[in-house]
C-alpha cells in the first residue's frame, strides 16, 4: 500500500496497482489502452 500512496501523493490523483493477469478480460483492452508501465524509467517525468 505504501507504494500506492507514493504514486497517488506524486501524481495527485487515485491510481489503481494491478497486474495484467489480474484484469478482467471483458474491460483487458480498455485498461490497457490507459495504462502507464512504470516498470520503465523513461516513462516517468520529473
Known amino acids: 500500500m505504501g507504494l500506492k500512496f ?3 501523493d ?6 489503481d496497482l494491478v497486474t495484467k493477469k489480474s484484469i ?3 474491460i483487458r483492452e ?7 508501465d512504470v516498470q520503465k524509467p523513461e516513462t516517468i517525468s520529473q
Open 24 to 26: 478482467k478480460p471483458i
Open 30 to 36: 480498455h485498461i490497457l489502452n490507459e495504462l502507464i
Open 6 to 8: 507514493y504514486l497517488e
Open 10 to 15: 506524486l501524481f495527485k490523483r487515485p491510481v
